[in-house]
């Protein structure tokens, strides 16, 4: 990989981030897409002390960087903390362009690349790629399509979104159609994500115990584009041909799935998102050092767990960090097939999937 060049009008200096409590961050700027103006944005919470590791998080749909505690938790145990916005999420949305959007997952490429140079320029020589959800998607398909990379030396998935949450039918005959019309009309939208419950778990308006924005994270998910359902699809096939990973890798998900019409507290103990058996079987065939980890009672995003389970997950987390991150730095490894594993899978729901297909269809 070449070593990147700051686009011109990016910014080089970090200023105090929204977070404020040291967080700081800058905004990255690319070329023009397909909506124009794009840029992406690089939050940071350096640590007092001197070390040379370091972890860059990546988000999940419908969703930005907010976890504090999650970022304290990795300077508590000798890492510089890194996160992006991801064009088009949160700090780097533009008034111009439709939230979320994305026609293929490689157009992150171009933020994660700069990222991790800009992190290996701030003398860090180890870095975990750690992504939730969407983002666990993303950082896994980014590892298959960099081996041999010296930008990081390690990969934790918090609820990648392996597959669709769908039945059968759904899932190998509904989605392939959706995705080839995507190629064709990435504008057209459809009804998608999953569901308001799920935000309503986890806001402090609601009967969660989290703060955020609702702009940036709103409960009532605006439609998808055919683009976006494209662009996931695209990136589960590849996962589907080539699950090789030559750094350790952890996959985290929860227990169960939870499937609710209506509020209930079981919202909380379990992933209102994706299907785990769908994360436990694709887990299971990543060719690597692997570890998988199921967390009992965890929800969709782990670490927004209810307390002790919370803790229970940065105990796995941390635990699998202090043994495959010892040294002052990590190689990437001639592939090795063991597996740890306590097995689930996971995947983003869509809603009323069928009904929106027709309807395209007549058009």
């Given at each position: 990989?070449q ?9 080089t ?16 700027c690319f070329?023009?897409?397909?909506e124009?103006?794009?840029?992406a944005?690089l ?17 999940g ?27 088009k ?18 157009e992150y490429?171009?933020?994660?690349n700069m990222?991790?140079q ?6 860090n020589?180890?870095?975990?790629l750690?992504?939730?959800s ?5 950082v ?7 081996l041999?990379s ?7 998935c918090?609820?990648?979104?392996y ?14 159609i ?54 996931i699809?695209?990136a ?43 994360i ?11 570890t ?18 919370g ?7 941390f ?12 190689t ?12 689930n899978?996971?995947?983003?729901h ?14």
């Amino acid at each position: 990989m070449q070593d990147f060049k700051f686009i011109e009008n990016t910014a080089t200096t970090y200023v105090t981030d929204i977070l404020d409590d040291r967080f700081e961050s800058i905004t990255l700027c690319f070329p023009d897409d397909y909506e124009g103006e794009v840029v992406a944005t690089l939050i940071r919470r350096k640590l007092d002390t001197m070390s040379n590791k370091a972890i860059l998080y990546v988000h999940g749909f419908n969703d930005y960087f907010f976890q504090k505690e999650l970022a304290k938790r990795y300077n508590k145990n000798g890492f510089h903390f890194y996160a992006l916005d991801l064009r088009k999420y949160g700090r780097s949305y533009l008034s111009h362009q439709k939230l979320n959007n994305v026609r293929s997952l490689l157009e992150y490429d171009e933020e994660i690349n700069m990222a991790l140079q800009i992190i290996k320029s701030e003398k860090n020589k180890e870095v975990i790629l750690m992504g939730h959800s969407t983002g666990g998607l993303i950082v896994t398909n980014y590892a298959v399509n960099h081996l041999n990379s010296t930008l990081f030396h390690g990969v934790l998935c918090n609820s990648p979104f392996y597959e669709f949450n769908l039945n059968d039918f759904e899932r190998k005959m509904g989605i392939p159609i959706l995705s080839f019309l995507g190629r064709y009309f990435p504008n057209k939208t459809v009804s998608g994500g999953f569901s308001k419950l799920y935000g309503h778990s986890l806001h402090q308006d609601k009967y969660g115990e989290w703060e955020y924005s609702l702009a940036w994270k709103p409960h009532d998910i605006p439609k998808i584009n055919l683009g976006f359902i494209s662009a996931i699809h695209e990136a589960q096939e590849n996962l589907k041909n080539k699950l090789v990973v030559d750094v350790p890798i952890l996959v985290m998900h929860s227990d169960k799935s939870i499937y609710q019409n209506h509020w209930s507290e079981k919202l909380k103990e379990g992933d209102a998102v994706l299907n785990i058996d769908h994360i436990r079987h694709y887990a299971n065939k990543i060719k690597g050092n692997v570890t998988i980890c199921e967390i009992e009672n965890g929800m969709h995003d782990l670490i927004l767990s209810k307390k002790p389970i919370g803790e229970n997950v940065y105990k796995k987390m941390f635990e699998w960090v202090s043994i495959n991150f010892k040294s002052t730095q990590t190689t990437h490894n001639n592939i090795s097939y063991e597996k740890s594993s306590r097995n689930n899978t996971n995947t983003e729901h869509f809603q009323n999937f069928i009904g929106p297909l027709y309807d395209f269809c007549r058009i």
